[in-house]
């Protein structure tokens, strides 16, 4: 492992991204989750989820049915194009509506989500109450049409099925090169490049030619239209008709995705590996890292405290998942302010009492990693905590805080 490397990246909270994978039951939540990991190496066999190896669902009860139980976060690495290395951790959302407080939960630790459909069976109910939850809660959110590959899939049909049953407005920054079977790609709206995909996962990239060109660009000038709807420094470059090269346009999306104007779309098989790296890509250009996102806001005895992402400051974090596993329970923490270190003594808010952190853990794919220290911004499991509970504030013993209110609940997740 590169230490430099990883050591640098901790002090960079604008290369990271905690986000949510949410989606119908089947819509391809646990394929694509598995993919996203595969890709950026975190994992290195790729299991067929109906034979219950995923590796997101830890329970084998859960692998059994199918469904994601509860939420985990797992982190991994992708460098984009061009770009430096960012840390993704995916926390596990749940989609199914019997799980509706750990899934409020999970909406109030990550920063964006990625929104996943079947390109078959379009919007369907649970992604529809899902997505209005993650939009009450203002979380930034991409759509992924999954399920390409399959016969009468249609991008078309989602859109505007995204359109009508969501309220949402999609914006499509590519569309797929041909469809079911002959799925070959994707047309990059933003770079103005064609994506072939073949059949091993790999990838090329290739700018349009002279008829791609004429045959792509008013796609393109029509995304531009809807993204300056909402963006004034895109409209400006538009008016005076300034050339409007991929850089210009990334930033308008990424802002109007910030505020929640519109959805940026794309689409793929995650089964057959189409699509992934776009998506990551995505990822890391679209949604927002945790100096973007609005501060929480806490209750402490003397009133309201406005949590800032800084590590310098008072220590806030949110306990939002209790996993069993051999060695002892994990408890996940959301860091929203402050630094906990290995051996700091810390108020638990729902047990009333302080606390010792005696072992910090990150979890990557099928392992934990263990770290001594995590930042404001960062999502890590305390280990070891035999009576952890769901839903309760972590503070400094001399500022007690309490951010969340949400009835307590029992864990039932196990780990191995
Ligand atoms: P989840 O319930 O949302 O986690 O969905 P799963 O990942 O378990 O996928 C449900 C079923 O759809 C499984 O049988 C997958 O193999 C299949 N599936 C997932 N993604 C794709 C895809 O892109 N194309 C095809 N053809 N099947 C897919």
Do not use: C
Request: zero cysteines.
């Amino acid at each position: 492992m590169n230490t430099t490397n990883t050591r640098t990246l901790n002090l960079n909270p604008s290369r990271w991204r905690n986000l949510g994978i949410i989606a119908h039951v089947d819509a391809g939540k646990t394929t694509l989750t598995e993919r996203l990991l595969w890709k950026t190496g975190a994992i290195h066999r790729v299991g067929e989820v109906h034979d219950g190896a995923a590796t997101t669902d830890f329970d084998p009860i859960e692998q059994r049915r199918g469904i994601t139980i509860g939420a985990a976060a797992v982190q991994t690495h992708w460098t984009p194009q061009g770009q430096a290395e960012h840390r993704l951790t995916i926390i596990d959302t749940p989609g199914h509506i019997d799980f509706a407080i750990e899934v409020e939960r999970s909406l109030r630790v990550l920063d964006g989500a990625v929104a996943v459909f079947s390109a078959v069976d379009g919007v369907q109910p649970q992604s529809e109450s899902v997505w209005r939850q993650a939009r009450r809660h203002g979380v930034p959110l991409i759509a992924f049409v999954n399920k390409m590959d399959r016969v009468g899939a249609s991008f078309e049909q989602t859109l505007a099925q995204m359109r009508d049953k969501l309220d949402a407005t999609p914006w499509a920054i590519g569309r797929p090169l041909g469809a079911e079977s002959d799925l070959r790609g994707w047309v990059d709206l933003v770079a103005r490049e064609l994506v072939l995909w073949d059949e091993a996962g790999g990838i090329a990239r290739r700018p349009w030619n002279d008829e791609e060109t004429r045959e792509h660009e008013p796609l393109r000038e029509r995304l531009i239209e809807a993204v300056a709807d909402h963006d004034d420094e895109l409209a400006q470059a538009f008016l005076d008709a300034r050339a409007i090269d991929s850089e210009l346009l990334k930033a308008a999306l990424r802002r109007g995705t910030l505020k929640g104007a519109g959805t940026p779309v794309l689409g793929g098989s995650a089964f057959k590996n189409k699509g992934v790296e776009t998506l990551l890509d995505a990822i890391v250009d679209y949604l927002p890292s945790p100096l973007d996102r609005p501060m929480v806001t806490a209750q402490s005895e003397d009133g309201e405290v406005a949590l800032a992402p800084d590590a310098s400051g008072p220590l806030g974090g949110l306990v939002f998942k209790i996993v069993h596993q051999e060695h002892g329970a994990l408890s996940f923490v959301r860091l929203y302010s402050g630094t906990l270190r290995v051996g700091d003594t810390v108020w638990a808010s729902r047990r009333e009492r302080a606390q010792r952190v005696g072992r910090l853990v990150v979890v990557q794919a099928d392992h934990g990693r263990d770290v001594e220290v995590a930042y404001a911004g960062e999502i890590v499991a305390i280990q070891g905590w035999k009576d952890a509970v769901s839903g309760e504030t972590l503070s400094g013993v001399e500022r007690k805080l309490v951010l969340d209110t949400i009835q307590a609940q029992p864990a039932v997740l196990s780990w191995r």
